[in-house]
């Protein structure tokens, strides 16, 4: 069965410095994987994905990830935070059994510091 | 605009009160999905539909049912709400189609006193 684990509930970061948050993964199969950010008291937006192509994938707002099967990770990563980047993040698996139900980490909460 | 309707955004329910929340999409997608986030919890799975006229349990399904009225509509019913089901619940819509990605609705936030 599929699973996933964000290593960190909570990360704070400087304006202007890097961002990291973590994500390992548990798959049988070559999976999909997604990043999504959700910003307080809004809906969920996606940031990223995996689909077996590229392993180091770009998302919008300057983020981006790289997939590491020899890990099973699927960091988030950005050169330089900004105050707009405060948000929760979850990564996301996709489950391979045919109906692709998402299968959702616990999240990340993201502050960024002035 | 094109994507994922929910309604209500906002419900106050007491215990033993009943009611239904209303879900449309209008991507044509095939598959639809109810989801509940919790604090620490991530989002997880109540009930799916894999496609019209088919509808599966997932994760947390107890105290839950649904209705795929149509290709576009999928409803959630809670028959007795208890303070363990408040919580925000996201409807999303897909194709199965591996790495398709879901779109989901802004939420429906439910508070039961």
């Known amino acids: 069965a599929q699973s996933v684990t964000q290593l960190d509930s909570h990360v704070s970061v400087s304006e202007g410095t890097p961002v990291l948050l973590r994500c390992n993964y548990s798959?049988?199969?070559?999976?999909?994987l997604f990043w999504y950010v959700q910003h307080p008291n809004k809906g969920l937006q996606l940031l990223l994905k995996y689909t077996s192509a590229a392993t180091l994938v770009k998302g919008i707002n300057g983020f981006e990830a790289e997939f590491k099967k020899s890990e099973t990770s699927f960091h988030l990563t950005k050169p330089s935070a900004h105050m707009s980047d405060a948000a929760e993040y979850f990564c996301?698996?996709?489950?391979?059994?045919?109906?692709?139900?998402?299968?959702f980490g616990t999240g990340t909460r993201l502050k960024v510091l002035a | 605009n094109a994507g994922v309707t929910q309604t209500p955004k906002f419900q106050v329910l007491k215990t033993g009160q009943s009611m239904t929340l209303q879900c449309a999409q209008d991507m044509n997608h095939n598959s639809m999905y109810w989801y509940r986030q919790d604090p620490g919890m991530g989002l997880r799975l109540i009930y799916y539909s894999a496609s019209e006229g088919t509808t599966d349990k997932g994760e947390v399904p107890n105290g839950y049912n649904v209705s795929r009225l149509n290709k576009r509509e999928f409803s959630l019913r809670l028959e007795s709400a208890a303070p363990s089901q408040t919580s925000v619940y996201f409807c999303?819509?897909?194709?199965?189609?591996?790495?398709?990605?879901?779109?989901f609705g802004s939420g429906t936030r439910l508070t039961v006193v």
């Open positions: 798959s049988s199969y070559s999976p999909s």
């Open positions: 999303a819509s897909s194709e199965l189609v591996q790495g398709y990605g879901y779109t």
């Open positions: 996301v698996v996709s489950d391979v059994s045919g109906t692709y139900k998402y299968i």
